[in-house]
């Protein structure tokens, strides 16, 4: 190499330049590289947790496709993250199947009994919050295991037990205790259910009664088994015979209306997804009763701001964002539920039209678009899970599951190792009654058997040329919403890539009232100036994150991006072509 340096300083002389200042410019350090963050060419997972990430990286490592990965990652996070989703719950799948070129909206949420009425959660006209949380009746019939076994039947190319093997293995072997399940533990609506059941007691506390500490060794054998009977006997093992009953049994002795044949009945239903274009990209995601129609509402909205111009997380382009966000929670409440049971005009709601009448309403002041009787500013909790997946084949899930509340409504059935969904609370308790969650909902949303309520959860893929390049979603109850939508913006908008995308800080607002939350990180003189627009600011402080949970896979070129959130346990990984599986933080091969 020393002749290249001979060479230049001879060009250099032969212009009359300064040499010495010349040569301290060929051997100086770059000032500035590409940040190194996960990624590889042969397939890539992101989840709250870095079990359920390893364990869909070994799928695709031993030849599974995304689907299969997709299996296996959901059930992972059944055992090791309880407080957040599990096989008592349900969950929306949104996928892109390569092979047949066709994108799958599959609804396992999980429905109300058939024999649910309006007035469940009433008595003498006053809502039962008690009954509404903990009670047998905020128990839908649980759709995530059906679910996954319809995916993997009809997608995957593994047998359940292979998918399921991870899954078994923490559950029986062990598994480290995460920061978010020690903090959900203190929370007063988790120790109320751990006074209502000795079974959760036994499977989620020591032997002492006492909390698991981060990083704690926990094991969940009640379930390592039940697992083990799913995957030598299907699905079926679950939603009939004797496993079935003992649902049906405790969730109506806690005040449920089930019946055997609301288990036994139970199929994942197939939507159709929704789609829109937002800047040079197309946007797929999941109809009603998802929140996906809000989400492309709101971006329909912000088409009409240069945002790249106006500049990531500025005072303008945090107006516009918040002021397109508080439009589409508007709506959401208003005319949005289960398509099955009332009309949606879901081409109104996400066509380029509605959303340019919308977008006339702002100004540069602080708007408010919703009714805020009744409505008060409060700390909601944030739950649920999400995770991405994307193959080598061209394949992509982006799946989000929950049990709603921390750990559901506390029932465990003994001996059976996992807690039941409180799902029913989506529903409207009655009209105007205010959610757990910080919602108001009118009659489209109102209790009906065999309906399913309203979510905020909104998986979504954003193509590029027809294909996908992003798989993307959120936890975090409301801001689920909030969140997925600020991560498709810092993906198109501003170019960023998933370790980037969803570590700045975030914004969530959903009326002018109830305030617009910012985290720690946008200048005090941003926020003044959004104060002077009227915003009613809620000051995250440095300690704090907002519970914005998001994960998502990028495609870029022939490598796969993944990254989960550092606001909570989230985890990327990708997969190299000799076998090595990288994690956020770690190269090792496993």
């Known amino acids: 190499m020393m002749w290249y340096y001979i060479k230049k300083a001879k060009q250099i002389l032969l212009k009359g330049v300064d040499i010495m200042a010349e040569q301290k ?29 390893r364990a869909g990286l070994e799928i695709l490592k031993n030849g599974g496709n995304a689907f299969d990965a997709a299996v296996a990652v959901s059930l992972v996070l059944s055992v090791v993250e309880p407080h957040h989703s599990g096989i008592g719950g349900g969950c929306f799948s949104l996928i892109y199947s390569s092979k047949h070129n066709e994108f799958i909206a599959l609804d396992g949420r999980g429905t109300a009994p058939k024999n649910a009425r309006e007035d469940l959660f009433l008595k003498d006209g006053v809502v039962q919050n008690e009954w509404k949380d903990l009670g047998g009746q905020s128990v839908a019939i649980p759709g995530l295991l059906r679910t996954l076994e319809v995916l993997l039947h009809k997608y995957g190319t593994m047998q359940f037990s292979e998918v399921a093997a991870p899954a078994i293995r923490y559950a029986e072997q062990g598994f480290g205790t995460s920061y978010t399940n020690v903090l959900t533990m203190y929370d007063d609506s988790v120790k109320r259910k751990l006074k209502l059941s000795a079974p959760m007691r036994e499977i989620y506390l020591k032997k002492d009664g006492s909390f698991y500490g981060f990083g704690e060794i926990q094991k969940n054998a009640a379930l390592a088994d039940l697992l083990k009977q799913i995957a030598k006997h299907g699905a079926d093992y679950f939603y009939q015979g004797r496993v079935a009953e003992q649902i049906v049994s405790l969730i109506n002795e806690r005040g449920g209306c089930f019946t055997m044949s609301d288990l036994i009945d139970y199929q994942p239903k197939f939507r159709i997804p929704i789609r829109t274009t937002y800047r040079d990209c197309e946007v797929v995601t999941f109809p009603p009763p998802s929140s996906g129609c ?74 408010e678009y919703l009714s ?15 995770f991405s997946v ?16 921390w750990f559901g409504s506390g029932i465990v059935v003994d001996g059976l190792g996992f807690v039941l969904n409180n799902t029913m609370s989506d529903f409207s308790a009655a009209v105007g009654a205010l959610t757990s969650q910080g919602l108001i909902y009118g009659t489209a949303n109102a209790i009906q058997g065999g309906k399913t309520p309203l979510s905020s959860m909104s998986p979504c893929l954003i193509l590029r040329d027809g294909k996908p390049f992003l798989a993307i979603g959120s936890a975090g109850g409301p801001r ?28 969530h607002v959903i009326t ?71 994690l956020e933080g770690v190269s090792q091969e496993i």
């Open 294 to 367: 809000s989400v492309i509402e709101m971006l329909n909205i912000l088409e009409h701001s240069d945002l790249k111009a106006l500049r990531h997380n500025t005072a303008e382009s945090i107006h516009v964002l918040a002021e397109a966000i508080k439009l589409g929670f508007a709506d959401r409440n208003e005319m949005l539920g289960d398509p099955d049971f009332v009309p949606i005009d879901v081409e109104k709601i996400i066509s380029k039209e509605f959303a340019n009448e919308r977008h006339r309403l702002i100004t540069d002041k602080a708007g």
């Open 372 to 386: 805020v009787e009744f409505i008060e500013a409060d700390n909601y909790p944030g739950n649920t899970s999400h």
């Open 480 to 507: 689920i919403i909030t969140g997925v939508l600020q991560g498709i913006v810092n993906a198109v908008d501003y170019g960023m890539t998933p370790e980037r995308l969803v570590n700045l800080p975030y914004i």
């Open 512 to 582: 002018n009232a109830q305030g617009l939350e910012v985290e720690y990180g946008i200048s005090e003189d941003t926020l003044k100036i959004l104060e002077a627009k009227g915003h009613n600011l809620i000051r995250n402080s440095v300690d704090q994150a907002m519970s914005t949970m998001i994960n998502s896979v990028m495609k870029v070129g022939e490598n796969y991006y993944a990254a989960g959130t550092a606001r909570v346990d989230g985890c990327g990984g990708a997969l190299l072509p000799d076998g090595n599986i990288v």
């Open 25 to 53: 410019k060929l051997y100086m350090w770059p000032s500035h590289w590409r940040r190194p963050v996960v990624h590889g060419p042969c397939g890539a997972v992101s989840s709250n947790s870095v079990y359920a990430t």
């Open 390 to 405: 994307m193959d080598s084949y061209g394949n992509a899930v982006s799946q989000t599951q929950t049990v709603r509340d």
